[in-house]
């Protein structure tokens, strides 16, 4: 079939920033101290190296009590069982979680302070490390340090599994007109560690404002431990979104020509990446490299239609998919705790009840 370029995405439709009821305040905000960049000490890397520290202090005293294996090595099932333990190895692990909290609380009073996190009242946290009950102690604690230092903010967690939440998203950036002639999209969420690939459900019968949108299959490929290079990794994606398509012709799912790329880092309006993909691998910010022009080769019509691909940053699509939980704050957030801290602010700019509200797709959309 030949492949026409008029088909791509055009300029001005990635890293959207207006939304129906919606303005996204910023994204991939990068502060920096004399260490660093600051959301690099609230991240799920950090919180490894911070445990590890702990550990060698211990061992000059005595014995490790969590063994030999490197400390990013350890599985979050055995982290959440050296918690359960009132042993010195259940009191090593409160201590690292007490100290990353701090760091964590410290990290959100910055973003505080900032212009587009100034008027935030509300905090969802997603990513990797919350999937564990070490991370869910560790936001508890960050939470009552919080109001310790009069930072008066809402912490809460996604109302999802965490895996879901960077695909789930994609039904709010997704052309409305798709969405009313197809049941579902395809989703890939790009992390510095995994890659998750999806079939999203948008249920839009079930629910108007698109908050009963499912994840119905999903694979999940944790690339750091093959470690591709970067025109490896594409085509694992591309090979990925291929087994979606053919389930869905399996199942009669009526999968809409879209996919949606949820990827760290800045993202240009032309779908280029400005900065931030340092834990990828290889030169993902190459004005060279277009994602999903790479992609859109690969699958250039799903169905009988035209594939259209965007991209946007992954704290964005994360938060997004909280967006019908949310309209009961003007001005909320989202941090991402995984391989490294994404965070994304949001303003609702809708007034309450009425249709094409966030969240609320007028019915001319539906």
Same mark, same amino acid.
């Given at each position: ?10 300029? *001005?439709?990635?890293?959207? /920033? ?13 502060? /920096? ?14 919180? /490894? ?107 809460? !967690? ?49 629910? !108007?404002?698109? @908050? ?5 299959? !999903?694979?999940?490929? !944790?690339?750091? *431990? ?59 910010? @190459? ?39 949310? /309209? ?39």
């Amino acid at each position: 079939m030949k492949k026409k370029t008029h088909l791509l995405p055009g300029p *001005d439709v990635h890293g959207l /920033r207006e939304l129906p009821g919606l303005r996204v305040e910023g994204y991939s905000l990068q502060l /920096r101290d004399k260490d660093g960049f600051v959301g690099d000490q609230a991240s799920q890397t950090a919180f /490894r190296e911070l445990l590890e520290r702990w550990r060698k202090r211990r061992r000059k005293t005595g014995t490790d009590p969590l063994g030999k294996e490197h400390s990013r090595d350890l599985s979050k099932k055995q982290l959440d069982r050296v918690l359960l333990k009132t042993s010195a190895a259940g009191d090593l692990m409160h201590g690292a979680i007490e100290e990353f909290a701090e760091e964590l609380a410290l990290v959100i009073q910055r973003f505080t302070r900032q212009p587009s996190w100034k008027k935030v009242e509300r905090i969802v946290v997603g990513g990797g490390f919350t999937e564990s009950d070490v991370g869910e102690r560790a936001i508890l604690q960050t939470a009552a340090i919080l109001e310790e230092l009069g930072v008066h903010v809402q912490l809460g !967690r996604l109302s999802h599994e965490v895996d879901d939440g960077g695909l789930i998203g994609w039904v709010h950036l997704a052309p409305p007109a798709m969405l009313k002639k197809h049941d579902a999209i395809l989703a890939v969420d790009i992390g510095g560690t995994n890659v998750r690939c999806g079939i999203v459900k948008t249920r839009r019968r079930k629910a !108007r404002d698109l @908050s009963l949108a499912k994840v119905v299959r !999903r694979e999940k490929w !944790r690339h750091a *431990d093959d470690d591709p290079n970067r025109t490896g990794m594409v085509e694992r994606i591309a090979a990925m979104l291929e087994d979606m398509v053919r389930y869905c012709e399996r199942k009669h799912i009526r999968l809409a020509p879209f996919i949606g790329i949820a990827c760290p880092g800045l993202i240009r309006k032309d779908g280029s990446i400005e900065r931030g993909t340092q834990n990828l691998p290889g030169d993902w910010e @190459s004005r060279a490299f277009h994602l999903p022009s790479a992609l859109w080769r690969r699958m250039p019509m799903i169905g009988s239609g035209p594939t259209l691909i965007l991209m946007h940053n992954d704290a964005v699509v994360q938060g997004l998919s909280e967006l019908p939980f949310m /309209r009961d704050v003007t001005h909320w957030g989202v941090l991402t705790i995984g391989t490294g801290l994404g965070n994304a602010s949001f303003t609702n700019t809708f007034k309450p009840g009425v249709p094409g509200a966030a969240g609320m797709p007028p019915p001319s959309a539906l």
